[in-house]
Nanobody, 120 residues
Framework: QVHLVESGGGLVQPGGSLRLSCAAS????????MGWYRQAPGKERELVAA???????NYADSVKGRFTISRDNAKNTVYLQMNSLKPEATGVYYC??????????????WGQGTQVTVSH
């Protein structure tokens, strides 16, 4: 079993910054993809930023130039540095990963989510 634990959400004023962390633990052979999704109130969950298979990075157009995803492979952790935050960034941020627990088993996992609120 694998667990994803997010941290770092909170309330921030427009123009401010937050850094989210997501740590994977458990039966991990290799992490294939790992990244962040956001679900705003009344909207579907959408990709924010993620490391894809092969190590390339995808960003949503709305966050390019302001958000940066990074990772620490030794800690099985990804980070999302969010700068110049706008009110429309408000939502629950979920960590997602596709992880092999052995050579034959690939499964997708979601964290519990962390709330980000951008408001005065």
């Amino acid at each position: 079993q694998v667990h994803l634990v997010e941290s770092g959400g909170g309330l921030v004023q427009p123009g401010g910054s937050l850094r989210l962390s997501c740590a994977a633990s458990g039966s991990i052979f290799s992490i294939i993809t790992m990244g962040w999704y956001r679900q705003a109130p009344g909207k579907e969950r959408e990709l924010v930023a993620a490391f894809t298979f092969g190590g390339t990075i995808n960003y949503a157009d709305s966050v390019k130039g302001r958000f940066t995803i990074s990772r620490d492979n030794a800690k099985n952790t990804v980070y999302l540095q969010m700068n110049s935050l706008k009110p429309e960034a408000t939502g629950v941020y979920y960590c997602n990963a596709n992880i092999r627990s052995n050579c034959f088993t690939l499964s997708g996992y979601w964290g519990q989510g962390t709330q980000v609120t951008v408001s005065h």
